[in-house]
């Protein structure tokens, strides 16, 4: 089938030269021969008028035209995608699906740990890809790699269906024998202690760090961290503080012990942890099934 003079067949092989700037890579991927994918790639260039990936010492680059292509190809290819993968109808028990969710360590430590014993329960054929979170989660989301986002909602698009999940109060995070207070820090105690803080990918602000700003308190950072579930270890047995989310303080005390949470001096702004899902995807039963599961037990959590 052709459309403008273009064979769409040859839409899956661009995404895929695009995506992995390799002949033999891209032909590995789609089962083909490499002289297939050469040919391909030949009627590509061809069509367009440009070379689109060039060799660039041992390794071949993108053209400037092919990165223009890039983004609107992967959405192209995603709808496609996420319509060859919606069934009309979904059994739990029976499927063999496999769900992409973009996710923090804090949201499965302490939101939804008992999501992977669910899955086994009630859907062992369902397969989890889990993903870290990042800047643009909802890049992700658009491009086709993920099919269910839960991150904090300033990391949600405006142009996809949200829903909230929880709001989670933030706390300090102590050693259960330091020398600070028993209820409330002064605003002179926690601007004088050291930090440790949550460093999220890309060195951008984590969310505590945010609301810390937010309310005028100055973070001294002692320690930081790349992962959520480290910071009680880099607490207990220290005069540190951690400012973090209430259900993962709670989860750090109960699991650890020797710690203790301390409010903060100034009131700090919830995390409003969301479920944000592809607008064409609203209809999926099997998305359905899995964002009522992880709604279930985000309130029971």
Not at 66 to 74: I, Q, Y
Not at 118 to 139: C, F, N, S
Not at 153 to 180: F, K, N
Not at 232 to 242: E, K, P, T, W
Request: glycine share 4%; hydrophobic share 45%.
């Amino acid at each position: 089938m052709r459309f403008k003079k273009l064979d769409l067949n040859l839409l899956a092989a661009l995404d895929t030269l695009i995506r992995t700037c390799s002949v033999s890579r891209a032909a590995e991927e789609m089962y083909l021969t490499q002289s297939a994918m050469s040919n391909a790639l030949a009627r590509l260039r061809d069509h367009f008028g440009d070379p689109l990936l060039v060799q660039a010492g041992r390794r071949m680059e993108l053209t400037p035209l092919a990165e223009t292509l890039r983004d609107p190809l992967r959405e192209i290819m995603a709808r496609i995608e996420m319509a060859m993968e919606t069934t009309p109808h979904f059994s739990p028990a029976t499927s063999t699906r496999c769900i992409g969710i973009v996710l923090s360590d804090y949201t499965l430590y302490a939101l939804i740990p008992s999501l992977p014993r669910y899955i086994a329960r009630e859907a062992p054929g369902i397969t989890l890809d889990l993903k870290p979170q990042h800047m643009q989660p909802y890049v992700l989301l658009e491009q086709g790699q993920a099919d269910l986002l839960i991150v904090p909602e300033m990391y949600c698009s405006p142009q996809h269906p949200t829903e909230l999940l929880i709001e989670d109060p933030l706390c300090c995070l102590v050693a259960a024998e330091s020398a600070h207070p028993a209820q409330r820090f002064t605003i002179e105690e926690f601007s004088a202690a050291g930090h440790v803080v949550m460093q999220p990918p890309a060195k951008s602000e984590s969310y505590a760090a945010l609301a810390c700003r937010e309310a005028g308190l100055v973070l001294r950072v002692a320690i930081s961290t790349f992962a959520f579930t480290s910071i009680g270890d880099l607490v207990i047995g220290s005069q540190r503080i951690a400012v973090v989310q209430e259900r993962l303080a709670r989860r750090l005390i109960d699991e650890k012990g020797g710690l203790r949470i301390v409010e903060p001096p100034l009131p700090l702004r919830p995390m409003r942890q969301m479920l944000q899902w592809h607008r064409a995807r609203a209809h999926d039963p099997a998305l359905s099934w899995m964002r009522d599961a992880i709604i279930a037990l985000s309130k029971s959590g």
